[in-house]
Structures are given as C-alpha cells and as structure tokens.
C-alpha cells in the first residue's frame, strides 16, 4: 500500500508539473485547468466547497482560483437554491474554450501514455484509485460529509 500511495504522490507531482508546462502559454495552471474540468465535466453546478472536497484541496484555495478565474471571465456565478451565501460557480463560454486548450495542449501526452501502458491497464487503475478514495472516505469522513 506504501508503493502504491508513493506512486501516487509522485505521478500527482509529474501531472501537475507538466500539466502547468503544457498550459501555461494559455494563461492556465494545472490548477486552474483542474477546477475548470471539475465544473465542466460535474452534472450539475457546483458550490466552491464541494469542488474542494472532490478535488481534495481546502476551500480557501479552491475559492481563491474560482475568484480569479471569475475575473477573467472564465467562471460565473449564480444563486444556489440550497445554500443562500453558498454560490454555485458554472464555466462560461470562455472557461468552456479555456479548458478544450487546456485538454489539446495535453492530448500528445495523454496519447503517449494510453499508447504506452494501454486504456485496459489505464481503466483498471482508474477503477483501483477510486475504490481507495472510497475506503479513505469512509473510515475517515464523518457521515455528513457523504
């Protein structure tokens, strides 16, 4: 389990440095082009807090990149029928073409590495990861946080 947590940890540092390299003549970081996917690809408009829990990250950083991605036109706002101070943040038309950049700019890599180690290996991991974010979220979540 130490390997695989380690493994972890060092392809999160690999992704995230290369992600801000691939990104950054769009005026994107790893992390922005991270919050960016995390309201494009959710179902539904999200709260700064609950982008924060899925991506594992505090809500003051999390709300610090959603303000500053809300200056630059690539996230809006609007009311949250649930949570009156609790916005829901959405991607506007620009964060929408931000992020397809952002996931261009990367596509040679993301090839490489499906060509390389290929997608059944890929999904089985995928599916192993986030079988261990579930056990770590349920004996260290407290209920109200499922």
Same mark, same amino acid.
């Given at each position: 389990? !130490?390997?695989?947590?380690?493994?972890?940890?060092? &392809?999160?540092?690999?992704?995230?440095?290369?992600?801000? *390299?691939?990104?950054?003549?769009?005026?994107?970081?790893? &992390?922005?082009?991270?919050?960016?996917?995390?309201?494009?690809?959710?179902?539904?408009?999200?709260?700064?807090?609950?982008?924060?829990?899925?991506?594992?990250?505090?809500? =003051?950083?999390? =709300?610090?990149?959603? *303000?500053?991605?809300?200056?630059?036109?690539?996230?809006?706002?609007?009311?949250?029928?649930?949570?009156?101070?609790?916005?829901?943040?959405?991607?506007?038309?620009?964060?929408?073409?931000?992020?397809?950049?952002?996931?261009?700019?990367?596509?040679?890599?993301?090839?490489?590495?499906?060509?390389?180690?290929?997608?059944? !290996?890929? !999904?089985?991991?995928?599916?192993?990861? =986030?079988?261990?974010? !579930?056990?770590?979220?349920?004996?260290?979540?407290?209920?109200?946080?499922?």
């Amino acid at each position: 389990m !130490r390997e695989l947590a380690l493994a972890i940890f060092e &392809a999160n540092g690999r992704l995230v440095s290369a992600g801000n *390299d691939l990104v950054a003549h769009l005026g994107l970081t790893s &992390a922005w082009w991270q919050v960016l996917a995390a309201l494009r690809y959710s179902p539904v408009p999200l709260a700064v807090a609950s982008i924060a829990r899925n991506m594992g990250l505090t809500r =003051q950083a999390v =709300q610090r990149i959603v *303000d500053l991605l809300a200056e630059r036109g690539l996230v809006a706002f609007r009311p949250n029928p649930h949570h009156r101070r609790a916005k829901l943040a959405i991607l506007t038309p620009a964060g929408a073409d931000a992020l397809l950049g952002a996931e261009r700019a990367v596509a040679s890599l993301d090839q490489a590495i499906v060509d390389e180690i290929g997608a059944a !290996r890929i !999904r089985e991991a995928t599916a192993t990861i =986030q079988a261990m974010v !579930r056990v770590i979220s349920d004996r260290l979540d407290g209920p109200d946080d499922h």
